[in-house]
C-alpha cells in the first residue's frame, strides 16, 4: 500500500509527479499481493499486541486506527473498481 499511496503523495510536492504516477501504475500489477502483505502485517501485529501481556493503550489505539484506516482503503478500492464511486 505504501508503494501505490504513499509514494505518490511524498513525490508530487517535490514535483515528480512523473515519477509518482509511474509508481502508482506499476504497483497495480503486484496490488493482490500487496493487499495480502498487507493484512499478513496486521494479522501479526495483532498477535504481537494481544498476544503479550503487557499491553499499552497506546499501541491498541495505533492498531485498531490503523486496521480501520486499511480496511477502509480496501473499501474504496473495491467500490472504485466497480464504478460505484
Not at 493487499?35 to 503479550?52: A, C, D, P
Request: proline share 2%; net charge positive; aromatic share 10%.
Amino acid at each position: 500500500m505504501s508503494g501505490c499511496c504513499l509514494g505518490p503523495i511524498i513525490l508530487i510536492p517535490l514535483g515528480l509527479s512523473g515519477l509518482a504516477g509511474t509508481l502508482a501504475i506499476i504497483s497495480i500489477k503486484y496490488q493482490l499481493f500487496l493487499m495480502i502483505m498487507t493484512l499478513l502485517f496486521l494479522g501479526v501485529s495483532f498477535y504481537l499486541v494481544y498476544g503479550r501481556k503487557r499491553k499499552s493503550k497506546s499501541t491498541i489505539i495505533t492498531l485498531w486506527t490503523t486496521t480501520l484506516l486499511v480496511l477502509g482503503a480496501f473499501l474504496f478500492l473495491g467500490l472504485a473498481e466497480r464504478g460505484l464511486l
